[in-house]
């Protein structure tokens, strides 16, 4: 529901109109071309993923069943792209206490994922595991990422230890590139079961290869619906007509509204479930459309500011400033129709006004209310802002919310003129840390950092 990023709803002093969008839709339909002509070149590996996965499913499915009663614990050692969709998958899908209670895991093994170096996190959480009924899965595209490779060095100590060196392979799975960096290799050498990340897809658009779809095959989610509701969402994208096709629309929203000056595009689900895939998408659009140069080397620093919220709580800490402050944001709120528990408000206290009026009605009301209340709020402050309902929660829908944000990220970054898919920022980082810890090859960045006043 795009309504309240138009004048009509918020003021012409910060609202659109449909006459801009009109305007400037051929270069949404160019990005669109553009990106179906990358696709036919083989360089959308993320748009295969909903079709070409048949045998992999397949794969994971029965490693799940024959794995999932030999341990209690699986825990995902990956970090960025590698950890956020296993993340956002599991908080949406599985009870939200699922790692608290056997009856909410229906047979299925405790999930983590250790996503950080901070050795008070690795430690707390290695202390609470028993080594012979835990399962790692190393997650590294490139197979060399310090903090999941570090990780995955504590790990396997922790593992050998307990069951013996020959034995360790068994507790581990990795995923990653099939022919290049050092997790493969390692895997080889240790037995270890592989899954393969396609070259041609970015760690922040794989959430439905088996980064994302091991994990979610180990806590019973049901991975091949993940992928129709991706499929599903695929046919509404290719579609050429703008009006159309919500990602072609909310692309060029998003663009044309950054370059009104919105520069913070928030993104806010009323849903606990959905809470995570705002985490999720915050990475998809920093790293995808925060660059320093254009397509054609000229320095042009530029990218969106995404921000993750969550309704109704968040009306409590951020929404007087998306209300009051700066005319800097565009916000995205996620809504859902239906919630899988109504649970109605106790009625009591009837001659007490304040509180009587909540009885009868119930929490799936209230939290829907108070979203179209956060909305009108906004539209009487002259606040852009735009709707994604889903029907229900579940994995159709939630391969579709993946896919339609990963579209539009990249029609966003056709219009920005912007390589899309790359991360020379985050590499750079990498390789600095690679320098000072000494590895070989990167003394370059060791002598930078040495020369360097910051330490
Ligand atoms: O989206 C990306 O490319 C990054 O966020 C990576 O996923 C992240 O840096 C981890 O990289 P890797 O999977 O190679 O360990």
Same mark, same amino acid.
């Given at each position: 529901?795009?309504?309240?990023?138009?004048?009509? =709803? @918020?003021?012409?002093?910060?609202? *659109? &109109?449909?006459? #801009?969008?009109?305007?400037?839709?051929?270069?949404?339909?160019?990005?669109?071309?553009? @990106?179906? +002509?990358?696709?036919?070149?083989?360089? *959308?590996?993320? *748009? #295969?993923?909903?079709?070409?996965? %048949?045998?992999?499913?397949? /794969?994971?499915?029965?490693?799940?069943?024959?794995?999932?009663?030999?341990?209690?614990?699986?825990?995902?050692?990956?970090?960025?792209?590698?950890?956020?969709?296993?993340?956002?998958?599991?908080?949406?899908?599985?009870?939200?206490?699922?790692?608290?209670?056997?009856?909410?895991?229906?047979?299925?093994?405790?999930?983590?994922?250790?996503?950080?170096?901070?050795?008070?996190?690795?430690?707390?959480?290695?202390? %609470?595991?028993?080594? #012979?009924? &835990?399962?790692?899965?190393?997650?590294?595209?490139?197979?060399?990422?310090?903090? &999941?490779?570090?990780?995955?060095?504590?790990?396997?100590?922790?593992?050998?230890?307990?069951?013996?060196?020959?034995?360790?392979? /068994?507790?581990?799975?990795?995923?990653?590139?099939?022919?290049?960096?050092?997790?493969?290799?390692?895997? /080889?050498?240790?037995? =270890?079961?592989?899954?393969?990340?396609?070259?041609?897809?970015?760690?922040?658009?794989?959430?439905?290869?088996?980064?994302?779809?091991?994990?979610?095959?180990?806590?019973?989610?049901?991975?091949?619906?993940?992928?129709?509701?991706?499929?599903?969402? $695929?046919?509404?994208?290719?579609?050429?007509?703008?009006?159309?096709?919500?990602?072609?629309?909310?692309?060029?929203?998003?663009?044309?509204?950054?370059?009104?000056?919105?520069?913070?595009?928030? *993104? =806010?689900?009323?849903?606990?479930?959905?809470?995570?895939?705002?985490?999720?998408?915050?990475?998809?659009?920093?790293?995808?459309?925060? %660059?320093?140069?254009?397509?054609?080397?000229? &320095?042009?620093?530029?990218?969106?500011?995404?921000?993750?919220?969550?309704?109704?709580?968040?009306?409590?800490?951020?929404?007087?400033?998306? =209300?009051?402050?700066?005319?800097?944001?565009?916000?995205?709120?996620?809504?859902? /129709?239906?919630?899988?528990?109504?649970?109605? @408000?106790?009625?009591?206290?009837?001659?007490? $006004?304040?509180?009587?009026?909540?009885?009868?009605?119930?929490?799936?009301?209230?939290?829907?209310?108070?979203?179209?209340?956060?909305?009108?709020?906004?539209?009487?402050?002259?606040?852009?802002?735009?709707?994604? %309902?889903?029907?229900?929660?579940?994995?159709?829908?939630?391969?579709?919310?993946?896919?339609?944000?990963?579209?539009?990220?990249?029609?966003?970054?056709?219009?920005?003129?912007?390589?899309?898919?790359?991360?020379?920022?985050?590499?750079?980082? +990498?390789?600095?840390?690679?320098?000072?810890?000494?590895?070989?090859?990167?003394?370059?960045?060791?002598?930078?950092?040495?020369?360097?006043?910051?330490?």
């Amino acid at each position: 529901d795009i309504n309240n990023v138009f004048a009509e =709803m @918020i003021g012409k002093e910060h609202g *659109m &109109t449909v006459e #801009e969008l009109e305007e400037a839709k051929d270069k949404a339909l160019k990005a669109h071309q553009n @990106i179906l +002509k990358a696709e036919a070149e083989g360089e *959308m590996g993320f *748009m #295969e993923l909903p079709y070409k996965q %048949k045998e992999v499913v397949n /794969e994971l499915k029965e490693t799940a069943e024959k794995l999932k009663d030999k341990f209690d614990n699986f825990v995902v050692l990956g970090i960025g792209g590698s950890a956020l969709g296993n993340i956002a998958v599991q908080t949406a899908i599985n009870d939200p206490h699922y790692n608290l209670f056997k009856e909410a895991r229906n047979g299925y093994p405790r999930l983590f994922v250790s996503d950080n170096v901070d050795p008070e996190g690795i430690k707390a959480l290695l202390d %609470k595991l028993d080594p #012979e009924k &835990t399962l790692f899965n190393v997650i590294s595209k490139s197979g060399s990422t310090a903090e &999941t490779m570090s990780q995955f060095l504590l790990a396997r100590k922790f593992v050998a230890d307990a069951v013996g060196e020959e034995k360790v392979g /068994e507790h581990f799975i990795a995923t990653t590139s099939k022919d290049s960096g050092y997790l493969i290799e390692i895997a /080889e050498r240790e037995g =270890m079961k592989k899954f393969f990340i396609p070259d041609n897809v970015g760690g922040r658009f794989s959430v439905l290869t088996p980064v994302g779809l091991l994990s979610a095959a180990m806590t019973g989610v049901d991975i091949e619906e993940l992928l129709e509701g991706a499929a599903y969402m $695929d046919q509404i994208c290719r579609k050429s007509d703008f009006w159309e096709n919500p990602a072609l629309v909310n692309g060029l929203i998003q663009y044309l509204a950054y370059k009104k000056g919105k520069v913070m595009s928030v *993104m =806010m689900p009323y849903s606990d479930r959905l809470r995570d895939v705002a985490d999720w998408y915050r990475q998809l659009w920093a790293e995808s459309l925060g %660059k320093e140069v254009d397509r054609q080397g000229n &320095t042009v620093n530029v990218g969106p500011t995404p921000i993750k919220a969550l309704g109704a709580t968040d009306q409590h800490s951020q929404a007087q400033l998306y =209300m009051e402050g700066p005319f800097d944001k565009i916000i995205t709120f996620l809504e859902v /129709e239906n919630f899988a528990e109504e649970l109605e @408000i106790p009625g009591a206290y009837k001659d007490l $006004d304040g509180v009587g009026y909540l009885g009868g009605h119930s929490f799936a009301e209230l939290i829907n209310t108070e979203k179209w209340a956060t909305e009108l709020a906004l539209n009487k402050r002259n606040r852009m802002n735009q709707t994604v %309902k889903v029907p229900e929660v579940n994995e159709f829908t939630l391969g579709q919310l993946f896919y339609f944000f990963e579209f539009q990220t990249a029609v966003t970054g056709e219009l920005l003129n912007i390589n899309t898919f790359n991360q020379p920022g985050v590499e750079l980082g +990498k390789n600095y840390t690679y320098g000072i810890f000494g590895r070989d090859g990167y003394q370059d960045k060791k002598d930078e950092f040495d020369s360097s006043a910051e330490h």
